[in-house]
């Protein structure tokens, strides 16, 4: 064996194929949303548990209007994001930072929503370890659930504007942008199971 | 037009189509909620409807459809660590009925 395919032989693993063709950050960015799936999934699942174990579990939301609101918000920021990437492969750049821009402002407005919609609670008395409707447990699920998902939404829209200047000054690719919106979709993918089993699942009749 | 703006014309039509699928999905949640069934009647429905939904997000959102490997890579760890999650159930069953303090 010569030299030059020892040297070779040694480094083949740098000239693999990419895994399933996708790109390495992308990758990543794949992997991180599979863990955080199973993060989400474990929180929901620990609500279920306590839930369907509590046998008068309180039914506090008299009204759909604010979260049917927050959901017609983030899944048209999931749309406008696809133009975004869209934009950003046909090489329009203004395009694309200015449809990114448009699901920050919407990110930044289910943001203030939310908050609204925990103000209201807490104003009635729900807190993490207080329930004014029975058990303490209520409280403390519904805000680590909501609130470690609005905490994805505000990493989510800072992303998507540092991103999207980057990506106007010409730091970054449209491969940046599409791995941003593949995250800003997975928040808007975990959003459409909180919806029913938190918000829709608690409604007073 | 060029076999690249086309391209693109088409999976824009596309998004606004899976849009306007997964939007009446969620309306049909909020229907639910409103239906005069038991709560677990009513879960197993919302969550059947909260299951396309993401299925449609994930595979043309986040375009999943167009990678077959990347695909069955990511829909086999998710239903694998969900999946093994449901052992605890039979112990919140058993909090609500088999233990001296339940009702």
Redesign the interface.
């Known amino acids: 064996m010569s030299q030059a395919e020892v040297t070779m032989g040694s480094h083949s693993g740098l000239m693999e194929e990419p895994t399933f063709s996708v790109p390495a950050k992308k990758m990543a960015m794949w992997l991180f949303i599979i863990a955080d799936s199973a993060t989400f999934a474990g929180c929901l699942f620990a609500y279920g548990f306590i839930r369907n174990a509590t046998p008068s579990w309180p039914r506090p939301f008299h009204g759909i209007t604010n979260v049917a609101l927050m959901t017609f918000i983030l899944l048209t920021s999931s749309l406008t994001m696809l133009f975004g990437v869209r934009s950003a492969q046909k090489g329009d750049k203004a395009g694309a930072f200015r449809w990114t821009m448009i699901t920050a402002v919407a990110g930044i407005l289910f943001a203030v929503l939310h908050i609204r919609e925990w103000l209201a609670m807490i104003e009635e008395g729900a807190t993490l370890f207080h329930n004014p409707w029975g058990t303490p447990l209520f409280g403390s699920l519904f805000f680590s659930i909501t609130g470690l998902h609005l905490l994805h939404v505000t990493g989510g829209v800072v992303a998507l504007i540092a991103v999207g200047l980057r990506y106007q000054g010409g730091r970054y690719k449209a491969d940046d942008l599409e791995i941003t919106g593949l995250y800003w979709h997975f928040v808007d993918l975990v959003w459409m199971f909180v919806v029913p089993l938190v918000y829709l699942l608690n409604l007073a009749h | 037009m060029t076999t ?2 086309d391209h ?1 014309s088409k ?2 039509k596309k ?2 189509i899976v ?1 306007v699928c ?2 009446a999905l ?1 309306g049909i ?2 229907l ?3 239906q ?1 069934i038991s ?1 677990s009647q ?2 197993v429905r ?2 059947v ?2 299951i396309v ?2 299925a449609l ?2 595979l043309f ?2 375009h999943l459809w167009e ?1 077959r ?2 695909k069955w ?2 829909v086999i ?2 239903v694998a ?2 999946l093994g ?2 052992y ?2 039979t ?3 058993r ?2 009925d088999g233990v001296p303090w339940a ?1």
């Open positions: 690249a703006e693109n999976g824009a998004d606004v849009y997964i939007l969620a949640q909020f639910i909620a409103y005069n709560a009513m879960f919302m969550l409807v909260a939904e993401g997000a994930l959102f986040m990678n490997g990347l890579f990511v760890f998710t660590v969900i999650l449901q605890g159930w112990d919140s069953f909090l609500l009702k």
